[in-house]
Antibody
Framework: QVQLVQSGAELKKPGASVKVSCKAS????????IHWVRQAPGRGLEWMGW????????DYAQKFQGRVTMTSDTSFTTAYIELSRLTSDDTAIYYC???????????????WGQGTLVTVSS | DVQMTQSPSSLSASVGDRVTITCRAS??????LAWYQQKPGKVPELLIY???TLQPGVPSRFSGSASGTEFTLTISSLQSEDVATYYC?????????FGGGTKVEIK
């Protein structure tokens, strides 16, 4: 079954870092970009960036440059996002999502993980 | 960066009504525009890509159109299961920006 399964909820203190995983199954992991999107409580969707698991190429939204790192491990068919220097504004659900087309440029997404709630609080 | 402006931010309509949501890009993005539906407490789902191509499995009452930098999502006959927030997203290059969302409720 084609799916993305994310790691569990996290509670972090301000200034800390968090790393969320996204395990893919049911398809050839290397062929599809993985995007990360977050959603603060009661707010809209915010695109954070993507990683190409085949090349390890990445593209980050400027807002997160210097604070975000997206990686992947093809052996474990898992993508990761790490966000550092957390503040309360980073409290959100973090989603991974698969590019709609294989071996294509970064575009729409048609498969989402279940989301991981990251709470930043002292 | 290209800004994506959705309107209205919310609407209330009756079952069976025709509903229209607009997304305006601050500059040209071709037809690289997608629409997503996010039902309360659920993960977003892709409805339309390429401005007007329906994702497989999406009911035909949903449609999308484009005119220059203005994009429209239409629900031809609103159903109770369509209660959701709808987002547009441009994808003609980084950043892949989402619109602010339109919350659709039943009157």
């Amino acid at each position: 079954q084609v799916q993305l399964v994310q790691s569990g909820a996290e509670l972090k203190k301000p200034g800390a870092s968090v790393k969320v995983s996204c395990k893919a199954s049911g398809y050839y992991f290397s062929d599809y970009y993985i995007h990360w999107v977050r959603q603060a409580p009661g707010r809209g969707l915010e695109w954070m960036g993507w990683i190409n698991p085949k090349s390890d190429g990445t593209d980050y939204a400027q807002k997160f440059q210097g604070r975000v790192t997206m990686t992947s491990d093809t052996s474990f068919t898992t993508a990761y996002i790490e966000l550092s220097r957390l503040t309360s504004d980073d409290t959100a659900i973090y989603y991974c999502a698969r590019n709609r087309r294989r071996d294509s440029f970064a575009e729409t997404v048609d498969l989402w993980g279940q989301g991981t709630l990251v709470t930043v609080s002292s | 960066d290209v800004q994506m402006t959705q309107s209205p931010s919310s609407l209330s309509a009756s079952v069976g009504d025709r509903v229209t949501i607009t997304c305006r890009a601050s500059q040209g993005i071709g037809n690289y525009l997608a629409w997503y539906q996010q039902k309360p407490g659920k993960v977003p789902e892709l409805l339309i890509y390429g401005a007007s191509t329906l994702q497989p499995g999406v009911p035909s009452r949903f449609s999308g159109s484009a005119s220059g930098t203005e994009f429209t999502l239409t629900i031809s006959s609103l159903q109770s299961e369509d209660v959701a927030t709808y987002y547009c997203q441009k994808y003609n290059g980084s950043p892949l920006t989402f619109g602010g969302g339109t919350k659709v409720e039943i009157k």
